[in-house]
């Protein structure tokens, strides 16, 4: 990361370990690469990273879209980031997708299941959503069970659908809506 001096995060939303704070354009070099991270890429299924070029053409454009909008998640007490999450909205039926990225020197603390849940309760309380819903390849099972515990259903599975470390495998769809977060 270059020596540009950090605006501190502004916290949003607060819960036990972590809180949801608005995205910084000086952190986008962190954010890319935590997303550039092979652990990352392998998890979204995804065969190779996107460049620096393209996403920072897509920071500019879409984090300040009423379409899209990207959380860094930050350690409450002391604001330290720890990743990123996304709601991308399709409002022509009022859900949005979910995407979850996690620093690769912070993953292994449990903090995946919590920028869940908190990005769910915003997606629910602050921008009145009536659904959330995310895809991951099977065998990614830490991130199965953190969304599981953080409030998602099972939605389906395509079959062949995802890449798993160059090995086609399911892809399995989760959803959310505000009544399964009230059980």
Known sequence: MTNIP?????????GTRLAL??????????????ETDPATVVGFGARWPVSWEVFRARFRTSHTSAHYQLFEVITAPGGTPVGTTALSVDQSVNSAEFTLVIAPEQRGRGYAAEATALTLEWAFTIASLDSV????PAPHTTAVHAYLKAGFRTAGRLRSAA?????????????????????
């Open 6 to 14: 950090l605006t501190a995060p502004v916290p949003l939303r607060a």
């Open 21 to 34: 704070a608005l995205a910084r354009e000086e952190m986008m070099q962190e954010y890319h690469r935590w």
């Open 133 to 136: 819903w995310l895809e991951v």
């Open 163 to 183: 890449l798993w470390h160059g090995t086609r495998v399911d892809k399995l769809l989760f959803d959310c809506v505000p009544d399964d977060l009230a059980e």
